[in-house]
């Protein structure tokens, strides 16, 4: 199904990818509960193959060796806990789950367990020879049945279609909302058959009423990679479950790099080749697209990444917005750095969602819930702005300045703005904004300054 579970008053979700739970837990707690962040997608928690000999690259979690909750994030006690700690602090859990296949490579798992995929024996599962198609790779993303049926990557593909394929990975899942999980990031669901998952999915129970309303049923949202090339399409998948719509990221990409004009932004939705907002989950970056040869927007391009993700943030098109966080890497294949001091400088972490002008503009969404895009405006090139009613307020500019008096639809009053400060003590560490008894302020925004952005709100009024 397609609610967020998201607690009142939270609107965005982040992918805080290899983050062991026992951090994460603490971060929830002193961090994203504090700063409104509704969600966390956390990295497969089940047991992978251990990929020793190539420096246990953080892919070696797309091969599961069992259902058991240990990983180098932890084991199932830690997982419990964070799950409950960041419950606890506002902040729900959504896991990136992966069924549509299991391990290629043989050997050890995280949990102790083995494998032989040359068998396909998974006996901690237990998978054997019948869960599977025959043997066949994915090589024409034209042929629904290879896609469907045939194996990713050389991964062992599970038949979806087998009651007792279905009843294990349910199982899995129901483990997990017994934990107080509120959703699931599906991996590779273009890769399985829409019925199987709608069959899946309806076979899941409610969510843990610990936390959640009575009845309340687990978020499905779905990796189904579609930019309109290819025969299967997001739409399939949409009676059931959001898709991860990987269009948003490209089109944001192209328009933040100046390969298409700030002003089209105007018409920003679905005549962009995106689905509904009521059927997606949006996000400029993931763990995939992140080391796809530039394809999108990265903290590598830190300037243009804030903005295409403040952008996101501030538009009122997509329902549920996915922000990503990270490491540094060179080299694609390279895993996660220690976890000891994460987010400190050196520590390898990049923790995108601690930079202030990200993590204020979940504050800004929070803000300007409910609210329609108001007071459209542009210099007819590469600077825009634009209100969210009577709570918020936004400028970017890719070239030249903003110095200009625009009409918003804020009630009077100075305005701390979130991009460059943060209100402490009654007063605003950045720069200050003024709206006028008319509703008009003065916007200024200098093309020296490092962000580009301009963002002001009610809930960051001096
Ligand atoms: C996904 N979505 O559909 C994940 O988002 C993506 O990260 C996964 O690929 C993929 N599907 C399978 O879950 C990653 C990574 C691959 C890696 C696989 C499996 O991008 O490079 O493949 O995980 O670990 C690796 C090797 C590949 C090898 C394969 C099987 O890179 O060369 O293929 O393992 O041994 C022979
Ligand atoms: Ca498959």
């Given at each position: ?47 992978n193959v251990?990929v020793?000999?190539e420096?246990?690259p953080?892919w070696e979690?797309y091969q599961p060796l ?32 992966v069924?549509n296949h299991m391990a290629a490579k043989g050997g ?7 494998c032989d995929p040359s068998k396909k024996?998974y ?9 599977f198609h025959p043997d066949c790779m994915i090589n024409n ?5 290879n896609v469907?049926n045939c194996q990713l990557v050389g991964l062992p593909d599970l ?28 991996d590779a669901?273009?890769h ?141 294949k ?129």
């Amino acid at each position: 199904q397609k609610n967020s579970n998201f607690q009142p008053g939270r609107n965005s979700i982040v992918q805080m990818f290899e983050w062991n739970w026992g951090n994460l837990a603490k971060e929830c707690e002193t961090f994203l509960g504090p700063k409104g962040f509704a969600g966390i997608q956390i990295s497969p928690p089940n047991e992978n193959v251990v990929v020793g000999d190539e420096g246990r690259p953080w892919w070696e979690r797309y091969q599961p060796l069992s259902y058991q909750l240990t990983t180098r994030s932890g084991d199932e006690g830690a997982l419990a806990d964070m799950i409950k700690r960041c419950n606890n602090a506002g902040v729900r859990v959504y896991a990136d789950v992966v069924f549509n296949h299991m391990a290629a490579k043989g050997g050890s798992g995280t949990g102790g367990n083995n494998c032989d995929p040359s068998k396909k024996s998974y006996p901690a599962v237990p998978y054997g020879p019948d869960d599977f198609h025959p043997d066949c790779m994915i090589n024409n993303y034209q042929d629904v049945n290879n896609v469907r049926n045939c194996q990713l990557v050389g991964l062992p593909d599970l038949d979806q279609s087998k009651q007792y394929v279905r009843d294990k990975i349910v199982g899995y899942l129901n483990h997990l909302v017994d934990l107080g999980i509120a959703g699931f990031r599906v991996d590779a669901a273009k890769h399985m058959w829409p019925a199987d998952l709608s069959a899946i999915y309806g076979s899941v129970k409610n969510l843990n009423s610990a936390y959640f309303p009575g009845g309340s049923r687990p978020l499905f949202y779905q990796e189904v990679i579609d930019y309109g090339t290819e025969p299967i399409k997001k739409g399939e998948y949409t009676g059931f479950g959001r898709v991860l719509d990987f269009v948003h990221g490209g089109q944001l990409t192209n328009v933040f790099r100046g390969q298409n004009q700030l002003k089209n932004l105007q018409s920003w939705g679905t005549s962009w080749g995106l689905a509904s907002g009521s059927d997606t989950v949006v996000f400029i970056d993931n763990h995939d697209t992140q080391r796809d040869n530039g394809r999108v927007l990265t903290y590598k391009e830190a300037k243009q990444y804030k903005m295409a993700n403040a952008f996101m943030l501030a538009h009122p098109y997509a329902e549920i917005p996915k922000l990503f966080s990270g490491y540094y890497f060179n080299d694609n294949k390279q895993g996660p750095p220690g976890q000891d001091n994460i987010c400190a400088e050196g520590s390898g972490w990049v923790c995108e969602h601690r930079w202030r002008q990200i993590a204020n503009m979940v504050g800004f969404r929070n803000a300007v819930s409910g609210t329609d895009m108001t007071n459209w405006w542009t210099d007819g090139y590469q600077q825009i702005a634009f209100g969210r009613g009577n709570k918020g307020f936004v400028a970017f500019s890719l070239s030249g300045d903003i110095k200009a008096d625009l009409q918003t639809s804020l009630p009077p009053g100075t305005y701390c703005d979130v991009i460059t400060g943060d209100i402490s003590n009654n007063s605003c560490t950045g720069k200050t904004v003024t709206v006028r008894g008319d509703g008009k302020a003065t916007i200024h925004l200098s093309s020296g300054e490092p962000d580009g952005i301009l963002a002001i709100h009610v809930s960051a009024k001096l």
